[in-house]
């Protein structure tokens, strides 16, 4: 267990790093955040007094080095904005990214994974095809599309909420159903999967023959077997708690992590985008990680097969 | 003596498409009973659909009483009440029948809190007797292990001991040692025949190996095509089978003693339930087959020797001399 631990958390370490790297290396090779920041008729000495002044001048691979020595120290930089510590800059963001994608990811779960089961106990029965009509509409439907006519319905046609702002719980109403559609729809469809499986399984069939009553046959014997990929889809999904809002947040004027990450970008505000990436793969990774040791607990042969 | 069930009329078919044509069988209590055939011949899914155990597409009519009570379209929980506590299966392949991610000891506390409302140290005393019943070493130790962590055959043990929960009249056993390697089916074999003359159970022994049922059972069944073609006591069939496919399926056997002699294999394949024949299903594989059996189908008829025989020219029965050869041939 202590080795199956420790080579996820290796893994996961080399991960962040990959990802830190990447994106360092990526952002400088894409533009020059002197001559976006100074615009174009700025006189050449004063960008390279910028550039001198945070390093750029220097060889990529000692900006690098600075870089990565710089985040152990605890140190993640400051906004070329206005020098402002660029980690308090993202976490002041994180509430407002919460505030949408927790309630998101609990309509989720809350919706797609019961409609899911229900539809494959009841498979081929008409409410098992509107549940994968309606699964499909919600994953294919983009969110920037979703978002609008949502805004259209509810905030136009009906004058019932916010079109978009940050305010109180009614605005996030709008964004947090946006993302959480698509989901619902997927998490359905793997749920539904996912059941139909187990319930065709020998052990199923065993259970009935010994006398098991049908509801639980399918809590106590269904359930935790079909859990075990659907746990890997929700996995994903509360990774992408922080980075999932990206375009939500855009459409519908959030001030969140995405819209912090897509003004930074623009910007070419390094130290801000960077850490932005850096808090994602971290979120991401934890998120596997911990997928990884519920699979342990939810089925004993993987817990065995880590010990070799 | 009654019979403990008896299976009227049977038929089942899977979206339209008929794979019983009508089964009759009976099984005395404590009696075991043979049902052999190849694959696909209906000799599972009879007992599925006896005890409702099959997919909500499969379409069953037919009449099966146990003891009087009638099972078929019976309410959910009146099968439930009998699967378990007095007719209990087990199945073919043990090591995916029991389930993978539950304590195979919580799986056996389980039936027996389902048929017989053992709870907590009495469940638990239970279940490992059981466990020592069927042979599983160190019951104990093993109690709290999960079933990738056991054998094929100790799985298959595990499932007996889980079908024993309930102290059933009547245990199906559905080909219990096909997934198994041949000393452990011995061992599986040796094990339900004690089991049974410990606990007189009726027992129905589903098998494509005759040599099993031979040491099992006293009665069989032959199936084929969704119907049974031939019936009798075992000692009957073995020695002087009247049906061309019970004699092929014997001619099949590898002997083990006496001169090397070429198997004989029944040519030709299970005929698609899509398609069956006209007449009698096992005609186009059979040597004896004349005209009338591409055209008629032959009723399951009694004999004057006790067995049951569904064949226009059957091989010759005890007294070849006096045998008539048409006695089989429809009225």
Redesign the interface.
Known sequence: MIRFVSIRLLRAAITVLAVMTFAFVVLRLSGDPAAVLLGPDVPKDVVDAFRAEWHLDEPIWRQYLAYIEAIFSGDFGQSMRDRSPALELVLERVPATLMLTVPALLLKIGLGIPAGIYAALHR?SALDRGVILLAILGFTIPSFVMGLVLVLIFAVTWNLLPSGGFGGWQHAILPALTMSIGGIGILARFSRSAMIEVMG???I??????????RDVVR??AL??AAIPIVTIVGFMVGALIAGAVVVETIFSWPGIGRLLIVSVSNRDLAVVQCILLLIAAVMVVSNLTVDLLYGW????LR?GAAH | MANLVEIRGLRVAFDGMPVLHGINMDVAPGEALGLVGESGCGKSVTWLAALGLLPSKAHVTGSVRLQGADLSGAPRAQLEAVRGKRIAMIFQDPSSSLNPVQRVGRQLCEALRVNRGLTGAPARAEALRLMDLVGIPDARGRFGNYPHEFSGGQCQRLMIAMALAGEPDLLIADEPTTALDATIQAQILDLLARLRRETGMAVVFISHDLGAVAQICERVCVMYAGRIVEQGAVTQLFERPRHPYTLGLFEAIPRLYGPREPLVPIPGTVPDPRRLPRGCAFSPRCAQARPFCRDERPDLLDQQDGRQLACAFPLPGADPARADRKEGVLQ
């Open positions: 081929d399984q020998p052990y069939r065993t259970a009935s023959a010994k006398g098991v009553k049908w106590g014997h935790p077997n939810l089925d004993p042969r065995a």
